[in-house]
Nanobody, 127 residues
C-alpha cells in the first residue's frame, strides 16, 4: 500500500488549503484513514480520521469547526479541507491507513493503530 499526500504549501493566517491523500495498491473503502501532523520539535499528533465509507469522522479539538475530512471512494482518496488556518497549524501533515480497523473509536486517534503512512506534506501558515 502506498499513500501519496499532496496539497501543502504556504498560506497566510485565515487562509485555506486542501490536502489530498491518494492510496494505491489497495482499495481503502472499508479502512480507517487518518491525518496526523508533526510540528518542528514536537511529537506527531492526531488531526482527523474517517472510518468505513465516511460513516463517522473524528477531529482533534484544536481543529474542530475549521477542518473537514472526506473521502472519495471512487478515487481511493481522502481529503482534508483546512479553513481559517492559524500559525499553530504549521506542521508536516501525514496521511495514514488502518487496514484492519478494530472498530474501537479510540484507535482512530492513535498513530500506532495505523499500518501505512504517506511521506508527508508541509503546511506553513504565516501570521
Amino acid at each position: 500500500v502506498q499513500l501519496q499526500a499532496s496539497g501543502g504549501g504556504l498560506v497566510q493566517a485565515g487562509g485555506s488549503l486542501r490536502l489530498s491523500c491518494a492510496a494505491s495498491g489497495r482499495t481503502v473503502t472499508y479502512d480507517t484513514m487518518g491525518w496526523f501532523r508533526q510540528a518542528a520539535g514536537k511529537e506527531r499528533e492526531f488531526v482527523s480520521a474517517i472510518i468505513w465509507r465516511g460513516i463517522s469522522t473524528f477531529y482533534a479539538d484544536s481543529v474542530k469547526g475549521r477542518f473537514t475530512i472526506s473521502r472519495d471512494n471512487a478515487k481511493n482518496t481522502v481529503n482534508l479541507q483546512m479553513n481559517n488556518l492559524k500559525p499553530d497549524d504549521t506542521a508536516v501533515y501525514y496521511c495514514a491507513v488502518d487496514v484492519q480497523p478494530s472498530g474501537r473509536p479510540n484507535d482512530a486517534y492513535t498513530a500506532s493503530a495505523y499500518d501505512y503512512w504517506g511521506q508527508g506534506t508541509q503546511v506553513t501558515v504565516s501570521s
